[in-house]
Structures are given as C-alpha cells and as structure tokens.
C-alpha cells in the first residue's frame, strides 16, 4: 500500500492505536465506543462482501445516507477495494439522484431509510448499470438487494475460508487513484462530477492539520452530512491526528449530544452556528432582569477581549476574566463545556458571529474551498483570526487573483476535472489553474477576502448549493411572470422576488373584478399574492428540500435595463436587486 492515500490513513491509524477508541456512536439510549480494532475487522469484512458483489478496481459505489458509522465503513471498504465512492445526498429528489447514479454508472448502490429505499427503486430501471442496492436499515426486497449485515456477514465468511485482508486488498491502492466523484450543481443546473483522487485530499488532510493543530487528544462531535467534502475531508483529518470521532444521532439531537460526548472540536457550517448564537439569546429572554443586565455586561466584555484579540492584544483585565468565568462558562457548559476549537466551512460567516463565540471562549476559525479543491483553499490559523476574512492558502496551495478580480488556484488539491465532462473541465482548469467563479482580494499579510461571486450559484448558510437558472426559467414559464430572482446567499433558504407580467395581472384583476388603480395596489391585492403562491408551488414541487422558496415578493415594478436591474444582455443584475430591494430581503428573512 503506498502512503498518501485515504486507506492508507486509516490502516495507519488501526496499526498505531489499535484498543483506542476511534468512533462513537449512540444506540439504545447509550454511546458505544468502537475501537480501531473493530473498525479494522469491519472494513475489512465490508471490503470482501462489496468485492463478493462485484465491485472491483475503478468501479463507482453510490451512497445515500446521513452522517453514521456505516457511511465511514461503506467509504473506507469502498476505497479499500479500489473502486470510487460517489455520495448523493438524501434531500434530493429521485430524478436528481438517478441522474447522478445513471452518470456515473454506479454498479452498487448503499441506501440508507425506508423512504429513501422507496425512493429509488421509483427510478431502478433507469440505472441499467445498478446490479445490487445494500440496504443499511431497511428491509430489501428480491434479488437485486441485499441487507448491508448480510454482506459485511458473507464478507467475514470469505476472510475466514481463506481470502485477501484488508492490508492486502488496499496494496495496489496509489494517491493518483480516483477515490470519489462528487457532483456539484453549476450555473445551468446539470450536475458536475468533480473527480477527486486519493492524493488530492490526503494532501488537503495534511496542510489543514499543519494550520488547525489537532492530536489524539481530541474529540469531535460529527453531524454535518459527510456527503459534503469538508466533512468528509475533516473525517481523515481527524482519523490522521489519531482523534476520536463521535456521530451526533441526527441535526434535531446536535445540542444535546455535544452535552453528552462534550467534544473538543467541532466542524460546522454558518448556519449551525447562527442558530446556536440565537439559542443562547433565547434563553437569556427567559431570565430575570438581573439575570439579563448579568449576561449583557459579560458578554461585552468578552466582545472587549475578542475585538483586542484580533487586534493582536490578547491581554485581559480583571472584569474580562471575571465575565468569562460567570457567563461565557456557564454558555460553555451548555455545550459541553471542553470545546477547544470550531471550524467554519461551506460559505460566509457573519463576523459578528464569529466575534460571538470568541466572546464567549469559544474560538471559531473561518476557510474557504470549493469541491473541486478537496476543499480546503485557505484557513484563518489559530490565534491570528482575521473576521470577513477566510484566512491564509495552507501549505502547499498556491492562490492568486486573475481577471475580473476571480481566485484561482493550484497545487495537489486540484480535482482531476469533471467527470465525462471535457468541455466543463477545460473551462475551470486553464494553464494549471483552477477558476473557482469567486471574486476576491489578498491583503498584505497574505490573507483572503472574499468580495463577490462570478458564478450566480447560492450557497446557502448550511453549506448547500442552488443554482438560480433553472428554478427562475421555470417560474418564468408562467404567464404571469416577467421575471423570477432567486436569492438566499449565506441565508437559511431561498427567496424569489418576483416581478410580475402586468398586462396578464391586470387582464385577471378585469376578468375577475377584484382589483383595480395602480401597480402597486394590484401587487398588494390577496388575489394576486394567491396566484404567484401557485406559481411558487408548481415549481416548488420539482425541486429538493433545500432549493425549495420558502417566501416570495410580488415587485411593483418591472426589472429593465433602463432602471438597472438587467444587463445589456438582459440578465439579472443580483447584487442590485440586493441592494435596490434590501428592505424587502429583510422583510422575508426577519425572525430566521
């Protein structure tokens, strides 16, 4: 087996620590801890029972599943085998997932829930290359699928009568090898696989433990979907560092089980930590008045300290330590109380969330990357934060500011290009150098900002990513509609204003009767909000969970080239609609 691969990490890691704990789990009621022993034996018995159903080197495995145990052991087995994991994730609709198997010609598919097994075999027949669907947690049905116990089973079987280990089986595993595709939407739509070798995240692994400084001493508490590639990659980085991972039982559970598990790191998207933030407001709503004037003066002056903090002054006064003692410790134990370090990925983070935790004693450190970068691009370092900014490249990643202001990089991270894809790949990887799509600016000491977007794909606060085209040409189909922007930037969801095609209103409001004077009053009309809430869930029914528009406005204006919302070429100007239509943006996201 040749070092630098994701196998090679974890066997590794077995060889090193074999009785320690290496994951955590919570079954009946009770954390159980899995030792790097038995980890090994069930990769390993999951790598011959795969190998059993065909899956052989170069091969791709789907995945379907939220964040667990059995996703780390399909990947590894996966990888052990030599074939390509593609992750898919469960919010998406059965044609989307079908469209992403069918491309990648998955020969095995791993699936996870009853609704999700339901799901797929509605589109089972238009994946002619699927030959077997392994049921992690639901009952399978005929020929074609087979329980993941029964095959993690028939796997120990064929160890046990004499065939291959699992250190023999990953020998031929080598860092160019392909180890995932996963598809990422671009501005059209149409999913991109972006190919992924062993090399490029063993490489990402490395340089982000160079910046984030973790050990075996450390726990993480593991809730982000690791269908996601900074999750994923945060995964080898930990197994790397020789850490403990524990897996939170689900998103609804992740307060109550950093409690529980009290880990030390913590990897999360902005949203995740928004929400904490406005926990942590809410129940000091529930406080007396003492109480409340208690936590205001605290939690100034531990902004005090966080503001000198990033200002280099890390000297604390006596009333600093005294807040940081009463209130940011009582804040710290409500969330386990050894929180040592956080790690912000996947899009923007507010400063002022970011100064937040600071306050409290809990650093959060900000980057940046993109799939096709395995992702990590830049970091903020521990103890030289910067907020806005997403910190410094990490070692061995080279960044620079090309045309129009866009970042671009290369270095061992890089994507071999978009699978199946030439043209696409051509596009992003020009004389060496990725084209990410982002706008930025390098300050003196080498620290990232990010100042705009190229691409008009919304990346929401959880990490997930929309493409606004299809979904506005969609609305657009209606008669009722001129023009469909989709907005939600680092926002919990996507919004739609919509500007109206007047002549077809005011043909309605007449046939009708039921509205009459200006645009503005026809826009106002409950009848008319009536008519584009239809709209909204005609198109709203085609589209996963995290696409969905979960508030709209009706514009009483057109959107023109002359008032400056469209370009020369008649597309949508965003950053003006955000700006021109800010108090309405406001409006939709207040109290979220």
């Known amino acids: 087996m040749s070092a630098g691969t994701l196998i090679g990490i974890f066997l590794d890691q077995v060889e090193r620590r074999r009785d320690a704990t290496m994951f955590m789990r919570k079954r009946a009621g009770q954390w159980e801890s899995i030792a790097a022993s038995r980890a090994f034996g069930d990769v390993g018995s999951l790598a011959l029972g795969l190998d059993a159903l065909g899956v052989r080197s170069g091969d791709r495995v789907g995945l379907i599943a939220e964040t667990r145990y059995e996703w780390m052991l399909t990947d590894l087995a996966t990888l052990a085998n030599g074939a390509v994991l593609v992750p898919v994730y469960p919010t998406l609709t059965a044609e989307q997932t079908q469209r992403v198997l069918a491309h990648s010609e ?127 990659m945060s995964a080898y980085a930990m197994l790397r560092a020789g850490m403990t991972i ?123 990357g993109l799939t096709e970068t395995s992702p990590v691009i830049c970091l903020n370092p521990p103890g030289r934060e910067r907020p806005g900014s997403v910190g410094r490249p990490v070692p061995g990643v080279e960044v620079r500011i090309g045309d129009q202001g866009e970042i671009l990089t290369r270095g061992p991270h890089v994507m071999k290009g978009y699978f199946r894809a030439e043209e696409a790949t051509r596009e992003a990887l020009r004389d060496g150098w990725f084209h990410t799509g982002d706008v930025g600016e390098i300050d003196a000491e080498g620290y990232l900002r990010i100042t705009d977007r190229l691409k008009d794909l919304i990346v929401l606060a959880g990490g997930k990513k929309v493409a606004p085209q299809p979904i506005e040409v969609a ?70 969970k995290f696409e969905t528009v979960k508030g709209f406005a009706v514009l009483g204006e057109e959107l023109t080239q002359e008032n400056g919302a469209l370009t020369p070429t008649l597309k949508v100007k965003r950053r003006v609609i955000v700006e021109r239509y800010a108090d309405v943006l406001r409006s939709l996201y207040a109290g979220h």
């Open 246 to 368: 524990a897996y939170a039982e689900s998103m609804d559970t992740v307060a109550a089980n950093l409690r529980e598990v009290r880990p030390t790191i913590v990897t999360g998207v902005p949203r995740f930590y928004e929400k904490a933030h406005a926990r942590v407001l809410e129940r000091v709503q529930g406080m007396s008045v003492f109480q409340r004037r208690l936590f205001a003066w605290g939690l100034e002056q531990g902004r005090r300290r966080a503001r000198a903090h990033f200002a280099g002054d890390d000297h604390t006064t006596l009333a600093m330590r005294l807040a940081d003692r009463i209130v940011g410790g009582g804040v710290r134990r409500n969330m386990g109380g050894r929180l040592r370090l956080c790690v912000s990925g996947g899009a923007a983070l507010n400063p002022e969330t970011m100064e937040f935790f600071f306050a409290i004693g809990v650093p959060v450190i900000e980057g940046y």
């Open 475 to 544: 609305f657009k189909r209606s008669e009722l509609i001129a023009e469909a922007v989709l907005l939600g930037e680092g926002r919990p969801f996507v919004v739609c204003l919509v500007a109206p095609e007047f002549s077809a209103l005011e043909a309605a409001a007449r046939a009708g009767g039921w509205a009459g004077g200006s645009r503005a009053d026809l826009v106002a009309s409950p009848q008319v909000r009536e008519l584009i809430a239809a709209e909204i869930e005609r198109v709203n029914l085609g589209l996963a």
């Open 106 to 232: 998955c020969r095995v598919l791993v699936i996870a829930g009853e609704a999700t097994l339901a799901k797929m075999r509605s589109v089972r027949a238009q994946m002619p290359a699927l030959q077997c669907v392994v049921c992690i947690d639901a009952a399978p049905q005929g020929d074609g699928e087979r329980a993941f116990m029964d095959v993690i089973a028939a796997g120990a079987a064929r160890h046990t009568a004499g065939a291959d280990g699992l250190r023999a089986r990953a020998q031929d595993v080598r860092p160019d090898d392909l180890a995932t595709i996963i598809y990422t939407s671009g501005t059209t739509g149409e999913p991109k696989g972006a190919m992924l070798t062993h090399g490029n995240i063993a490489s990402n692994v490395e340089a982000c433990l160079e910046v984030a400084g973790l050990t075996g001493d450390d726990l993480a508490l593991s809730f982000l979907p690791l269908c996601h590639v900074f999750e994923r």
